[in-house]
Structure formats: C-alpha cells, structure tokens
C-alpha cells in the first residue's frame, strides 16, 4: 500500500473556503432565476431550448459545488485524486448525455419553426 500524503488545512482555512464557496452558490442561484425569469421574452421554438440550457448549467453548477465542498473536505492527496477522478468521470458521461438531450430538443425547436413559418 502506498504511503498516504496527508495535510493538515487550518480550521480557520477550512471555514473560509466553506463559506466562500456558500457564498458563490448563492450568487449564481440569484442570477440563474433571473435567467429563467427572463426566458419569456424568447420566440416560442426557442423557449424550451433555453430552458433546458439552463437546466443543464443549473444542473452542472451543483454538481460543482458539491464536488467543491468535498475537496474542502478531503484529508489527504489520494482522496483528492479519488474525489477528482470520480467528478470527471460524471461530468464525461453527463456531457454526453447532455449533449444529446439538447440535439433532441434544438431539433424538435427548429421543427416548430419550420412549421409555424409555413402555417399560414
């Protein structure tokens, strides 16, 4: 078994970047209502497609977070190689369903285009 390289963060260090990534959370929640609450003023094939957008980001930002209060957390460097492996690893899987979500729904959005534009 490979010797573990432990640190010690002071609890004061600790609570900091606990707070400040709080902080940061709740910024970024303000801001993505206010996103949504503006979606409205979007032409209607176009709507869905914003939504969902800020779905995913929304999504993706708490993944973020929480993997940010884990390191803050973690006590030596092999859990943070742990920690890191494993958020990549979803953000790689997630990324792809992601994307194919968005195909699909940019998609059925340019076909109500079409059709609205060619209604009479």
């Known amino acids: 078994m490979e010797p573990s390289i432990t640190f010690e963060v002071p609890p004061q260090i600790r609570k900091f970047a606990e707070e400040s990534v709080d902080q940061t959370e709740k910024a970024i929640s ?3 209502q206010s996103a ?11 709507t869905g497609v914003a939504k969902h957008a800020l779905a995913i980001t929304e999504a993706n930002l708490q993944e973020s977070f ?13 859990e943070v190689i742990r920690l ?3 958020f990549l690893r979803r953000q790689f899987d ?14 059925a959005a340019a076909r109500d285009a079409e059709i609205r534009a060619v209604a009479p």
Not at 67 to 78: C, M, R, W
Not at 94 to 107: S, V
């Open 30 to 32: 303000s801001f993505l």
């Open 36 to 46: 949504t609450s503006s979606i409205g003023a979007m032409p209607v094939p176009m």
């Open 66 to 78: 929480a993997h940010a209060k884990k390191l803050i957390n973690a006590k030596d460097l092999s």
């Open 84 to 86: 890191q492996s494993e």
């Open 94 to 107: 997630l990324a792809i369903n992601q994307a194919k979500q968005m195909t699909a729904e940019t998609t």
